[in-house]
């Protein structure tokens, strides 16, 4: 039996290792279009800021690690061009095929520019790969550009925009839409937008950038642009071979992350989940979801029969120490979604003043007609992510809010006040409701 | 409609806020013993400690607030001796009867310190009360204690050695049973154990102290002793008035917080409450279980239909900077509830290396019959309190080990690993299970 793993990188080599794990005895190949495997792509942007000396500390695994201690062969350098399933097997641009008898399609996903002019002038960059990362930061260190345009303000946009500043540019964000960090919350973005202003960030949301020109984009000076938009799933190879595309543009995988031919699996960036808010699917590239569903979709390639339930959305993204951390729904995305949301908002300390708390503002969003929890939001220098992950088990286990207020969370002064904030929001939303 | 509220603590205080927001109109009545109310039990060793400067800063609201604010009528040195529900009265010490039609028994619990020979010396403290650490930090100013032996192992115990030797003393701790922080597990002892000693506190188990001489209590030598055991439940007013105790030794409860006499609900430290886990009651005196129990006592006592559904047995301590949180049951403590405990213990960082990350323990308790997670400890100098809560969360919904492992956890370099500590637990117990 032969497993060809497409992709190594989070994604395809979680299924690779989960693959060899559960069959010692299975042939393993992955197949890498690039140079290097294994990388952090969320560590990116603490590369470009230095935090990260080294490129080498991007790498978890090198493909010796994995052919010695896991006995996979990782192949980089290795673009598949198109796959036969009639034939069971997969065509490099080199020419050659290798067989499989399961395929996992690990092709995550890129930062499409095509819509943007000027986007292949040497001092725009984007921040998808380890090379994208290395050419910023020798730009930055050569060229020292002094004012900075990031286009596009989800999570690695914002991310960069603090690298960038901590690095001493001058830094602008670009969103397309009216909100940013992938939440249609207009309170949240102005949390957001504070503090990028407090640390010298200027966001400008509701511009569309259809250009780069030489100095400028838009009406904005700068000598070094980020591009972090059209973000797109990689799923042509995948179309081509007959697998069916689901309805957020990425590939359709069922709970075992089978596609929708039987024996090839789909996992990471390029892959569509179930979202247990909605049940419905969602696309929602994200690391975690990406080690989750390729561990699924290793095991099951190798005859496993595990399922991945589906994710609930959450996610944390670091503004000059601040957590932003969200979960499930806005209100404005659960009322899309057909729920009669309410919600309530209260801020509190992380810890008694005594005890040097922080602020930390929560949101809670429940749907009126079911009483049950669809979302959240915390905000705060300290606790958040953690809070957000009592928000995030919450929704896996669909509580309403009268349960949610009723947890029996930790308190000591050191860690936490007598109510903790996440009680607190539930019961101002018992009020509400 | 007069309500009386016994005690005026955290769930005393609750209950009669509570009752307030849902009637206006109605006479409430708070009867305190003692002289000072709502105060922070659990910051007491903080104060002794000097983290807390003035004692005052112990107290978070006063009488004149709740008669002032919230229309309550709040009586300290009011000793209620006995309660007649026949005659729906109580009986104050000074003779006086104050009449009700709802009552909350709110009557907290003690130290009792009868079983030790020679506890009534003038060296010698329980720290249950503001009047306990102040007498406590003044004898340390004045008579410059040296050497100190807490009795006791608990929370309190623990915070007070903490304490003791930040103030210079050299601290012994006595526990009478093998294990410290009422979890009956060796190696979350055994981390205690680590942690107190790195910071020059040595702990001794199975040590029972039946007497304390001069200068010594078993063959320790000291010039201070902390009694900080024989914690027990104040239910002798209600049984002598036919309210029933349960099991544990507190006063029975339903989910409403009502004890077997209609009409009468108990709260907080005297109360007993059912544990989720196990399904029966249990005896787990916390600040906030106070808070909570007290809330839907008085909110019943005005007339609510609101219910308690239980508690996980979370909680959390700081011992010399790092966090020792536990919830639900121990391997030992499912096995004696009749579970057949499977156990998974992990070490890991709690974020990327390069982000200055720590290390935290995470062990995670199944019940191999069901798979459900019955407990859980986590160890850590961060995110120690916001991972126990994620388990708690977990406990309270009845997750079972596969829903946990796929929790859809927020992960960001500067907050948490991609594979966060919990989920790594939980693939390594769905490994033993």
Redesign the interface.
């Given at each position: 039996m032969a497993l060809v793993v497409i992709g190594g990188v989070?994604a395809g080599l979680s299924a690779a290792a989960r693959a060899r794990r559960r069959d010692a005895a299975l042939e393993i190949v992955v197949l890498e279009k690039g140079t290097v495997i294994s990388y952090?792509a969320?560590?990116l942007p603490?590369f470009v800021e230095g935090?990260?000396r080294e490129a080498g500390?991007l790498m978890v695994y090198s493909p010796e690690y994995f052919r010695k201690e896991r006995r996979i062969d990782v192949r980089t350098g290795a673009q598949v061009v198109s796959i036969s399933h009639p034939r069971r097997d997969v065509t490099l641009a080199s020419g050659a095929r290798v067989h499989y008898d399961r395929l996992v399609l690990a092709t995550g996903a890129r930062c499409d520019t095509s819509g943007i002019a000027g986007a292949g002038q040497p001092h725009v960059f984007t921040l998808h790969t380890v090379d994208d990362a290395v050419r910023l930061r020798r730009f930055l260190e050569e060229k020292r550009p002094r004012r900075a345009v990031v286009i596009g303000g989800g999570?690695i946009g914002v991310e960069a925009a603090d690298a960038l500043r901590r690095s001493g540019l001058r830094v602008t964000v670009l969103e397309r839409s009216a909100n940013v960090l992938r939440r249609e919350d207009a309170r949240f973005t102005e949390a957001v937008r504070i503090q990028l202003e407090e640390h010298g960030v200027e966001l400008r949301c509701g511009v569309e950038v259809k250009a780069i020109e030489g100095g400028r984009v838009a009406d904005v000076a700068c000598d070094v642009v980020v591009v972090s938009a059209g973000f797109k799933p990689n799923v042509e190879l995948a179309a081509e071979a007959g697998i069916a595309v689901g309805p957020t543009g990425a590939i359709r995988t069922d709970d075992r992350m089978e596609t929708s031919l039987r024996g090839i699996y789909a996992a990471g960036d390029c892959a569509e989940v179930t979202h247990?808010v909605t049940g419905r699917p969602a696309y929602i590239p994200?690391?975690?979801?990406a080690?989750?569903t390729g561990r699924v979709a290793g095991a099951n390639a190798a005859g496993g029969r595990e399922?991945?339930?589906g994710?609930?959305?959450?996610?944390?993204?670091?503004i000059f120490?601040m957590?932003f951390?969200t979960?499930g729904l806005s209100v404005a995305q659960a009322r899309a979604e057909g729920f009669r949301p309410v919600a309530a908002r209260i801020q509190a300390k992380t810890r008694?003043a005594?005890?040097g708390g922080g602020n930390t503002t929560v949101e809670l969003v429940a749907d009126g007609a079911t009483r049950r929890l669809v979302g959240g939001s915390v905000i705060g220098e300290e606790?958040?992510?953690?809070?957000?992950?009592?928000i995030?088990?919450?929704?896996?286990?669909r509580?309403r809010v009268?349960?949610f207020e009723?947890?029996?969370?930790?308190?000591?002064?050191?860690?936490?006040p007598?109510?903790?904030p996440?009680l607190i929001a539930a019961q101002q939303l018992m009020k509400e409701l």
């Open positions: 989070a952090g969320c560590s603490y935090r990260i500390q999570y247990l994200l690391g975690t979801t080690n989750k399922r991945f339930p994710i609930v959305g959450t996610s944390i993204v670091g120490g957590g951390a979960t008694p005594w005890f606790g958040a992510a953690g809070r957000i992950d009592v995030a088990a919450a929704l896996h286990s509580l009268e349960d009723q947890l029996d969370l930790a308190y000591s002064p050191p860690f936490s007598a109510w903790d996440l």
